[in-house]
Structure formats: C-alpha cells, structure tokens
C-alpha cells in the first residue's frame, strides 16, 4: 500500500490494525471505511488504478475490523461490496463479482425491509445479479435483480434522496433485458424509468450526468428496433447533456463520449448528413484522448475511433485517412499482442486491421496492402475457435481480399486476373456452415458461393446452397418481429430469392424458381396482409398448437440473439446457447411438418396455388439478376420460362447498368446500415427515357408477347379502339434488377408506338400496351389478396349512386412548391361524379382527417405531394396540413398509418394517388419488399391502387386523372364503373398521344391490384 496515498488518520488506524491483527474497533473499522470511500471518489475522478484498489485494501481491513454483532456492521460490508464492484469492472476479475455478489446477499438477508438502509442495500444487491447475468448469460439473475428492483422502487418515497440512482438501476436493468428478447414494451418501460431518473436528480447531483447518459443509451436501444428518428434525437440530446456536465477528469467521460459518438453515427446513418458523421469521429477522438495509456479501455476506445474514422474517409473518399485508420489498427493489435495475445480481443483487432487494408487493396490496386489484408485475416481465423460467432465474419472478410483481382507489375488494369477463387470460395462456404455465425453473416456467405458457383456453371450445387440459405429466411425475418425488425431483417437477405429463381431457371425447374422467388420476396408485405386475413402458417400453428409454436418462437429469437459482450466466459454462455437453439430448431420444425397439413411450413409456398392466381390472365414474372435474365409467363397449366440475352447488362442503358452494378455489388460483403439509402441517381426511376423504354422493349417485353402470342394468351386488338373486354389482362411481376421496370411503357419508338400494316390486317407489335391491358403486383401472394378483396366488394353489384368518393387537395404545403392543378384536379373529378355519386372534397385536410373519412369510401383520390423516404418505407408519406398555433404546419399521412386503417371491405374499392413516387421505394436494399404507399392501401384492403413510379407532373397529373375518371365512368356497353386497369390504359395512351417524346410525362402511373 503506498504511503503517500494515506492521510494521518487512516495511517494512525492502520497502526492499530497491524499492531493487534483481530483488533475490533469500531472507531477504526469507520474511520478505514470512510477513508476508503474517499479514495474511491477520488478514484472516479482521476481513474488511477492506485487509488481504487488501497480503497478496497481499506475497505477489507475495515470489514475484519467491525466488532460482531454491532448494529452498524453492516456499513463497511456494504463500502467493501461496491467497491469490488468498480475493481471487477476495471479487471473483470469473475472471482472479485462473486465476492461482492456473496456479500451484498449476506446484506440483504439480514436488514429486514422496513429498515430505512434495505432499499440501498437491495438496489446493490441488483446490480450484482446483473453484472452476474452479463458475465453467465443467464437472465434467471437479471429478472431477479428487475423483481427486486420492482419492489425496492414501490416503496421508495417521491422525495427520497436516493430515488433517482434507484430509477436508474431499473432502467439499465430493463434495458439489459430489452437488449436480449427486443420487447419493445420492456424498452418502453426502460426508458420511462430512466427518464424518471433524470427528472427527479437534485441540484447539483454528481450522478445526474449518469443517468442522462443512461437515458441516451436506452434510448439509442430502442431506436435501434423502432427506428423513430424522435427517439433518436432525444438519445443525442440526453448525451450532450450528459457530457457537458461530466468534468473531463472523471473517470467515466471516456465512456460517454464514446457513447455520444456512436449515437451520431447512428444519425449520420440516417440522415446521410455529412457533420454527425465528423462529428461522431471527433468525439471518438477525444474518448482515446482522455483515457490514460494505464487502462485497458482506451484500446477499445481507439478501435472504435478507427471504425468510425474508416465509414468517414469512405463517405469522403480520403484514401490518406484510410491509411490512418489502418495505423491506429496496428497500435490497437501491437497493445493487444503485448498484454495478451491469446485474448479474444487480438483476434478482433487482427481482423478489424484486415478489414481496413482490404478497403485500401480493393480503391488502389496495391498488391502489398492485398496480400497483408490476407496475411493478417488468416491470421484472425485462425486464432479464433471454430465456435466463436465471429468467426463467420472473419471468414467474408478473408474471402473478400483474397478474391479481389492482383494487379501485377505493368499490367493493363482490364486485363487484372481474379484473386484465388478457389480459396475465396472455401471461406464462403465455411462461414456458411457455420452454425454459430449469426444467420446474416450465414445469408450473405451463401450469396458469394451461389455467385462463385455460377461463374463456374456448377448449377446443381449452385441450387443446393440457395435452398439452404432460403430457409434461414424465416429465422431471419420472423413472423413475430416488430416490423421495424422485419425491415431491418429484410435489408440483409435482398437480393437472395431472385438469385436462387435464376439458379433454379438454369436448372431448368421453373415452377421451383417461381415458388422460392414468391417465398423470399415481400416477406414484410405478405405478413402485413397475413395479418388482415385468415391466419395461416404460424399464425394457424399458435391456435391450433401453441405449445409448439411458442417452442418455434424461442428458438428463432435465441438463435438470433446478438452476441456482443465482452467477457470471454460470456461469450463462451451465449454462443452454446445460439449453438443449440439452432440444432434444437432442426428438430424442432420436423416435428411441426409432421403435422397434418403443416408439411410445408415455412417452406416454399405450393405451386398450384400460385398458379390459380392466373386465371383472369398471365402473370409474367421478369427476374434479371447478374447470374441470368428471364422471364417467366405463369398461367394455370404452368410455368413457361423464356430467356431474355437482349436484358443483360452488357446491352443495357448506363442507368439499367448501374442497377445491375449496385445489385452484384451487394453480395460482396454483408450489407452494411447505410446500404438502405437510395443511389444519388435522381428522383426518376428507369424508363423516363426514349433508349430504357426501347431496351426494356426488345430485351424483355417483345419476346415475352411474341410468346404469349404463340400460346394465344393475348386477345386481338377491336377495331374500335380496345376496351377491357376485348384485351387481356396482363399482371407483371419484376424481380432483382427488373423491380419497378415500367413493362406498361416499354415500346419501340415512343413517337411512334402503334404500327397498323399495309394490308389493314392488325397492327405490328411495337408496344405493351398496344397488346395488353397491363397490371402489377408486387407478388403473385399480394395479388390473391387483393383478388380475395375484391370477392367482397360490393361496388360491381351495386348502383353507382350508392358509392362514395373522396379527393384530398392540397393546392399549397407548408415547405413545400405549391401544385397549382391539384385545385382543378379536385374539380373535375368533382365534375365527374355529380351525377353519378356523393363526391367529398377535403382541401388542406389533416392527417387525422383523412383517415376518419377513408372506412367507407368507395373510391379514394388524393393530389397533393408524396414522398418516399429513403431510409425507411414505412414512412413514405402524404404531406397534408394541420393548425400550427401561429399558422398551418406539415402534416404527413405515412405508410404505417394508412396501412393499419380500418376500411370498409365491402366497398373499398380504388385508390387514385395523384401524387410523386406513390410506387417507388426509394430505399435501395428493400425495393424488393415493395413498401410503397400503393401498397399501404393495398394492404388496407383497397382492390385497386393507380400510383406513380416516379415523379408526376403536375399538369399530367390533372389531365390525367381526368382521363381516367372520364373512361371510368363510361364504359363502353356496360353498367357502372369501367375496369380500372383499362380505363388507366387508355387515358396513358391518350396523354402519350400529347406528349409522344416525353415518357416521363406519359408513363409514370401504373394500376397494382385485381
């Protein structure tokens, strides 16, 4: 014990205790506590290792000092728990935990409940059971220290003194418990807690700026699994607060900064917006700054620096900071080698070395930088147990540099050889066997051998891996999971069913093809409408067998669970864990596919019902991928596939090929957060041009109508000019590259679409939709829900003059350009039904307003503006307006609010949106998902949605609508209302005729639905 560190009295106390070693004294054993607690203090404000542990030195002499049976025995034991505490924190020492955690239960069990002293003590004895539950994984502690907690905060007065720190033990223990089972009422809890906690801090508390640092970090939990920008902000602005009030010499300021960083970082990931990421990484900085070399948390803080530092130097494209990334690695993996080179950490900080080099070797070309990337990741694998969750990472990693071209000296960089693919391939399928490799890292694994294997033609092999990486689909993507999880979920398995529908197109199995691109494509859609509809799958299963399905469930959310703690012995708990609840889960499915009638459960869905959807028509599904472009004509006999060489890449416009780009691109690595951002590409999708419309036409839609046109699919065209009941329908489905291609528009020359031949005999096919009455759906699912909506939609029986008709305007928005036709859009449509139907016309209406009027109308017209969010689509949304108090203020009517409505299902009929991107989702890694607001109203239970692919001009907008209200209307030799589809098809074609060279103008807006 050093000398210097001792005032007088704790010295003079020392004498005694050395002098007669079984002293009891309770002068001296209180006045070693007391000075044990200042050392301890002392020590939260420097961080010097010295400090903390001559207090627990003191506090252990003090406890051998209490006489037995004194009534205030219980003090020092109390000083000498919490101060083992903070040294296991420092050392995580499991051995040092268990004293304190002995201690601190001896405590509890001997001071009965009424004494003033147990709610302290018990709120101690929680935080034990936690730190246990954090190095055991096993939530029998953490649900007793929350139960304890419960109790201890029920009998806590409002004014209590200890009050706050109390809340704030709640509320971390909540949150531990959010984080493992991702209930967002316990995160909702967790954060009312800890908000309580900051409310009721008095002045001047020197633990205030913790709990607002706890209320930051739980609130940042819950942000991850809602995604609600709100919260977010609040988890940053409790942070700051937090940091500004905590002194730069406190022992915990590294720890919030660092906490406040990565809250940032989660803003930039957001918003794209280029100051929180500098941000971010400055504070990053100063985390490592402030840490004194002594202590083994600045190696962490300085990893996290240096990620942080490489997402900035790749936004801005600084190859000089990437270089100073991979020095700060170095230092991170010289300290780790040095201190313990057989800690799991040295293998994190190898790989994370690795990873930066590989970034660097990947932009420059370097060879030296390639084949140390390569040297250093080996290196991470193999010091890494084959059980280890990370070691499926590590392995992409590998495989990722070891595949990158090698640029030789004097070598023409176009004709750069591949890296070793053999190699590479083997880390692919390692890390895709790994079944403690969490199930993302397994799904992108298994896109890089699929990719690898169909470069060599394997096909058959090619489609055993693709079946196997479909069915961790469901595990991945859970029926349970909150939508903003099942979103997140579906940003990393993109992409993997249209892969695996080409792999299975080559094989020549195309009803397979169709049925694993029907399972792994609008998984989030096809449970919102699950949920609207008759349960089947495992909704069915938890009535009819719910102890089973409640088995399924848990084992889904375990195999899952993030591993993300630091202690070795933890680590060690949750991958056993995950490890067998993915063997379990094996058994576990074979038993529900024993069930009568559960055979296929959460396997592909039965073909044959597939095809009964295309009984009004066929439903041509246009899948073009990397591996294969084709087409596919679904009718009730079957599957016709059609190969489509004219679609590849090569042939493509320069935008079509960067689609295709970006598409291969994704399976390089596992997708990181901001890879759901939409490119910077503009807000028009593909198909706005004269040269897509002409290649999507002679690559994909001609041969698919000369084939239709064999096979008599396709009614003839009536000298009358066409109505629905001499056309086909036609329901297009794209996939991969091909979603959201506008098929409807696709022609020869968009000047001059229509040929009639010189004979009078017909006309020569020169675009779709001189063929066809065109229809979408963003699946062949999606369709038979909307045609089970329609079978109870009264509107077709009954008289016109029973339907109701809505149309929001919104001529101004606040913020937002004015749209001047959106007044005489309203009109007209006003015009239109006058004489058929009430029309109710609600200009600058409320979000609230909108949806209160929504159950019951018959059709539904909104002209106003729309967005497509580019991060989440479940916040796509209207833009409407409310009372501001000072003036009127932005409204929006989102995705999740319309999709949820209660409509009238036996009159909800149309949905007209007359506004910009209606169709689109903006978000580039969940096009596939098809969450746009055209399908929200789907959803809803709307049988038929017009909406818009792209921006919509505001004057086509008006002469559109009107056009196609007025063809609606007035069907030719029919009753009632004209079909939808038809009645959009010829009002296009009359616009096109106006605006021939400007399909921008023309082409947007597509009918989705029955």
Same mark, same amino acid.
């Given at each position: 014990?050093?000398?210097?560190?001792?005032?007088?009295?704790?010295?003079?106390?020392?004498?005694?205790?050395?002098?007669?070693?079984?002293?009891?004294?309770?002068?001296?054993?209180?006045?070693?506590?007391? #000075?044990?607690?200042?050392?301890?203090?002392?020590?939260?404000?420097?961080?010097?290792?010295?400090?903390?542990?001559? &207090?627990?030195?003191? !506090?252990?002499?003090?406890?051998?000092?209490? =006489?037995?049976?004194?009534?205030?025995?219980?003090?020092?034991?109390?000083?000498?728990?919490?101060?083992? #505490?903070?040294?296991?924190?420092?050392?995580?020492?499991?051995?040092v935990l268990a004293d304190a955690a002995r201690i601190c239960k001896k405590i509890v069990d001997e001071t009965p409940e009424d004494n003033g002293m147990w709610t302290g003590r018990a709120s101690n004895l929680s935080v034990m059971y936690e730190a246990q539950y954090n190095v055991t994984g096993d939530t029998t502690y953490l649900k007793q220290g929350i139960e304890l907690m419960r109790r201890v905060v029920g009998v806590t007065s409002e004014d209590h003194w200890e009050r706050s720190g109390l809340l704030g033990n709640l509320a971390n223990q909540l949150n531990s418990l959010f984080k493992r089972y991702r209930d967002l009422a316990v995160g909702g809890e967790a954060i009312q807690f800890a908000q309580q906690a900051v409310d009721c801090s008095r002045p001047g508390d020197p633990e205030a700026p913790e709990w607002l640092n706890s209320l930051g970090v739980t609130l940042h939990e819950y942000y991850k699994r809602s995604y609600e920008a709100r919260v977010l902000e609040l988890a940053i602005d409790a942070c700051r607060k937090s940091v500004a009030k905590t002194p730069d010499t406190h022992v915990a300021i590294a720890r919030r900064l660092d906490n406040l960083s990565e809250l940032l970082r989660s803003s930039f990931l957001r918003t794209g917006e280029l100051d929180a990421m500098v941000e971010s990484a400055r504070l990053a900085e100063q985390a490592v700054n402030s840490t004194p070399d002594v202590l083994a948390e600045k190696n962490d803080w300085k990893h996290n620096y240096a990620t942080k530092l490489m997402l900035l130097a790749e936004v801005t494209d600084d190859i000089s900071m990437m270089r100073t990334v991979v020095e700060l690695f170095r230092e991170c993996v010289q300290s780790t080698s040095e201190k313990d080179p057989d800690s799991p950490d040295h293998a994190t900080q190898l790989n994370s070395l690795g990873w930066a080099l590989g970034k660097i070797a990947r932009k420059t070309g370097d060879p030296a930088a390639r084949m140390e990337a390569v040297r250093v990741l080996q290196t991470s694998v193999d010091a890494t147990a084959e059980d280890h969750p990370s070691r499926g990472q590590w392995l992409m990693n590998l495989g990722n540099v070891v595949e990158l071209p090698v640029h030789e000296a004097n070598q023409d960089a176009a004709s750069v050889p591949l890296g070793d693919a053999d190699r590479a391939l083997a880390c692919y399928v390692e890390s895709f066997e790994s079944l403690h490799a969490p199930s993302v890292i397994r799904m992108a694994a298994a896109r890089n051998v699929i990719r690898v294997l169909a470069g060599r033609e394997l096909w058959e092999r090619a489609g055993q891996v693709a079946e196997s990486a479909m069915q961790l689909l469901p595990i991945i993507c859970g029926r349970q999971a909150t939508r903003e999880d099942q979103q997140n979920s579906a940003i990393h398995v993109s992409g993997l069913a249209a892969?695996?529908?080409?792999?299975?197109?080559?094989?020549?199995?195309?009803?397979?093809?169709?049925?694993?691109?029907?399972?792994?494509?609008?998984?989030?859609?096809?449970?919102?409408?699950?949920?609207?509809?008759?349960?089947?799958?495992?909704?069915?299963?938890?009535?009819? #067998?719910?102890?089973? &399905?409640?088995?399924?469930?848990?084992?889904?959310?375990?195999?899952?669970?993030?591993?993300?703690?630091?202690?070795?012995?933890?680590?060690? @708990?949750?991958? #056993?864990?995950?490890?067998?609840?993915?063997?379990?889960?094996?058994?576990?499915?074979?038993?529900?596919?024993?069930?009568?009638?559960?055979?296929?459960?959460?396997?592909?869905?039965?073909?044959?019902?597939?095809?009964?959807?295309?009984?009004?028509? $066929?439903?041509?599904?246009?899948?073009?991928?990397?591996?294969?472009?084709?087409?596919?004509? @679904?009718?009730?006999?079957?599957?016709?596939?059609?190969?489509?060489?004219?679609?590849?890449?090569?042939? !493509?416009?320069?935008? @079509?090929q960067r689609a295709y780009t970006r598409f291969g691109a994704a399976r390089t690595a596992l997708a990181s957060e901001r890879d759901i951002y939409a490119e910077e590409d503009g807000d028009d999708g593909i198909g706005t041009s004269d040269e897509e419309l002409m290649w999507l036409w002679h690559g994909c839609v001609k041969p698919v109508v000369s084939r239709m046109r064999e096979n008599k699919l396709l009614g003839l065209r009536g000298d009358d000019g066409g109505d629905g009941d001499v056309l086909s329908r036609v329901w297009w489905i794209g996939s991969g590259v091909a979603t959201a291609l506008p098929f409807h528009a696709a022609c020869r020359d968009t000047a001059h679409a229509v040929v009639t031949t010189s004979d009078g005999g017909g006309c020569t096919v020169e675009s779709a939709a001189d063929q066809m009455i065109p229809s979408y759906a963003p699946?062949?699912?999606?369709?038979?829900?909307?045609?089970?909506?329609?079978?109870?939609?009264?509107?077709?029986?009954? &008289?016109?003059?029973?339907?109701?008709?809505?149309?929001?305007?919104?001529?101004?928005?606040?913020?937002?350009?004015?749209?001047k036709g959106a007044d005489r859009e309203a009109d007209a449509i006003k015009d239109i039904f006058a004489p058929l139907s009430p029309c109710q016309v609600l200009r600058h209406p409320t979000a609230e307003q909108v949806l209160a009027c929504i159950p019951g109308s018959t059709m539904v017209h909104f002209a106003?503006?729309?967005?497509?969010?580019? @991060?989440? $689509?479940?916040?796509?949304?209207?833009?409407?307006?409310?009372?501001?108090?000072?003036?009127?203020?932005?409204?929006?009517?989102?995705?999740?609010?319309?999709?949820?409505?209660?409509?009238?299902?036996?009159?909800?009929?149309?949905?007209?949106?007359? +506004?910009?991107?209606?169709?689109?989702?903006?978000?580039?890694?969940?096009?596939?998902?098809?969450?746009?607001?055209?399908? +929200?109203?789907?959803?809803?239970?709307?049988?038929?949605?017009? !909406?818009?692919?792209? =921006?919509?001009d505001d004057d086509a907008c008006t002469r559109l609508a009107a056009l196609f209200y007025t063809h609606l209307t007035c069907p030719q030799g029919q009753s009632g209302y004209a079909s939808p589809a038809s009645a959009l098809r010829r009002a296009t074609l009359q616009l096109q005729s106006e605006y021939p060279n400007r399909p921008s103008i023309w082409a947007p807006f597509i009918h989705i639905g029955a």
């Open positions: 014990m050093e000398e210097d560190l001792l005032p007088p009295l704790i010295a003079n106390g020392l004498e005694k205790v050395l002098a007669n070693p079984a002293i009891k004294d309770y002068d001296v054993a209180e006045n070693l506590s007391n #000075h044990a607690i200042i050392l301890k203090g002392e020590y939260e404000i420097y961080g010097e290792s010295q400090l903390l542990e001559t &207090a627990v030195q003191l !506090a252990h002499l003090a406890v051998e000092a209490m =006489p037995d049976g004194h009534f205030n025995r219980m003090f020092p034991l109390n000083n000498l728990a919490a101060m083992l #505490h903070l040294l296991f924190q420092r050392t995580h020492d499991t051995a892969d695996t529908c080409s792999v299975f197109l080559k094989l020549g199995h195309a009803a397979k093809a169709i049925q694993w691109l029907e399972f792994g494509r609008g998984i989030v859609l096809g449970y919102m409408m699950d949920d609207k509809q008759e349960p089947e799958a495992l909704s069915s299963l938890q009535q009819r #067998h719910p102890a089973l &399905a409640a088995r399924y469930d848990t084992l889904r959310l375990q195999a899952q669970a993030p591993i993300n703690a630091q202690d070795p012995a933890l680590i060690d @708990v949750l991958r #056993h864990q995950r490890w067998r609840a993915i063997q379990d889960m094996v058994s576990c499915l074979a038993d529900i596919r024993k069930l009568d009638g559960y055979g296929n459960f959460l396997l592909e869905p039965d073909f044959d019902e597939l095809v009964a959807q295309a009984v009004d028509g $066929p439903i041509v599904v246009v899948n073009l991928t990397d591996i294969g472009s084709d087409a596919v004509i @679904v009718t009730p006999n079957g599957a016709d596939a059609i190969p489509l060489p004219k679609a590849r890449a090569v042939q !493509a416009p320069s935008l @079509v699946t062949i699912k999606s369709l038979g829900y909307s045609r089970s909506r329609a079978a109870s939609c009264g509107v077709v029986g009954r &008289a016109v003059k029973a339907h109701r008709v809505l149309v929001v305007a919104m001529p101004t928005t606040p913020g937002q350009r004015a749209l106003c503006h729309g967005s497509a969010d580019l @991060v989440d $689509p479940l916040k796509s949304r209207f833009m409407l307006q409310k009372d501001g108090g000072g003036g009127p203020a932005a409204d929006s009517l989102t995705f999740s609010m319309i999709s949820a409505a209660t409509v009238t299902h036996d009159s909800s009929w149309l949905a007209f949106l007359s +506004a910009c991107s209606t169709a689109a989702v903006r978000a580039d890694r969940l096009k596939e998902e098809s969450l746009h607001l055209a399908s +929200a109203f789907q959803v809803a239970g709307f049988v038929h949605i017009v !909406a818009a692919l792209w =921006p919509a």
